[in-house]
């Protein structure tokens, strides 16, 4: 919303009324478990993938269970917002995202008919790096090698459709 590009902009701490925790993923901390406990991730999106991967660093036993045969990207592309590229960066795969994306200065889009402005988002005025377009299928490269290399385990063809006393249904 408005408000949060604005805080973003000004280099303020933005916040996010449904989720509280956002925009403080600066202040991750990833250190080692005392009580390793089997962590499911749902999905093996950039999200999901980044997760188990955190985790199993952490020395938890991490299932990521995916939909699909094969865990694969969906999808073209997307912005890496900072926030994501400092996440990467604490997990030590920045510089490997950076390596197959692009820096996004401007969005600027105008209605076609009319000629209206109807975006225009100048990323050169964030007081940090600009986002990154990157193309799915290289990030999703990335996350899932570091994952197999940290022994997050996966089981595909596994649709979930609920929770059960703390067990997932499909």
């Known amino acids: 919303n408005q408000a949060c590009l604005d805080h973003t902009f000004a280099g303020k701490i933005t916040s996010c009324l449904v989720n509280p925790r956002a925009c403080h993923e600066t202040e991750l901390v990833i250190e080692p478990t005392t009580t390793p406990r089997t962590i499911a991730v749902v999905g093996a999106g950039p999200a999901g993938l980044a997760i188990a991967l955190m985790l199993a660093r952490q020395g938890r036993r991490v299932v990521v269970h995916e939909r699909f045969e094969t865990p ?7 912005l890496l917002q900072p926030t994501g590229l400092h996440v990467l960066d604490r997990i030590g795969l920045g510089k490997a995202a950076r390596a197959v994306g692009a820096p996004i200065r401007r969005l600027f889009g105008r209605e076609r008919r009319s000629g209206r402005v ?3 988002v ?3 005025r964030l007081k940090s790096e600009p986002p990154l377009g990157v193309q799915r299928s290289s990030l999703f490269n990335i996350l899932f090698q570091a994952c197999q290399t940290a022994g997050v385990e996966f089981e595909t063809d596994f649709d979930v459709a609920g929770v059960d006393d703390g067990r997932l249904m499909n």
């Open 122 to 124: 100048d990323y050169g």
């Open 72 to 78: 694969r990207p969906v999808g073209a592309g997307f």
């Open 118 to 120: 109807v975006l225009d």
